[in-house]
């Protein structure tokens, strides 16, 4: 069985930082290409950070362009999405996908409140 875990996820004030984890199991992370996504209430999920099998290449969205870092240690079979200087608009339920030619497979979600 297959599984994505997503987690670090909560309520942080505006500015701050979290860090979101991708854990995988049942599948060796290394040869997938893993993306973060986010959906805010009322919003389709959006694209926010991709990163490639090897680690080497990383794209973002031009909201997070910065603040955001995407990272990946095929060793450990997880993929982490830094988020820092979050602001109210990054509020929303985060999720990571993982992605091998047509293979493709998506995590529970994490929430991630900004508030004050």
């Known amino acids: 069985q297959v599984l994505l875990v997503e987690s670090g996820g909560g309520l942080v004030q505006p500015g701050g930082s979290l860090r979101l984890s991708c854990a995988a199991s049942?599948?060796?992370?290394?040869?997938?290409?893993v993306s973060w996504y986010r959906q805010r209430p009322g919003k389709e999920r959006e694209l926010i950070a991709s990163?490639?099998?090897?680690?080497?290449?990383?794209n973002y969205v031009d909201s997070v362009k910065g603040r955001f870092t995407i990272s990946r240690d095929n060793a450990e079979n997880t993929v982490w999405l830094q988020m820092n200087s979050l602001i109210v608009e990054d509020s929303g339920v985060y999720y990571c996908?993982?992605?091998?030619?047509?293979?493709?497979?998506w995590g529970q979600g994490t929430q991630v409140t900004v508030s004050s």
């Open positions: 996908k993982a992605q091998f030619f047509a293979a493709t497979y």
């Open positions: 049942g599948i060796f992370l290394r040869n997938y290409a």
């Open positions: 990163i490639d099998s090897s680690g080497g290449s990383s």
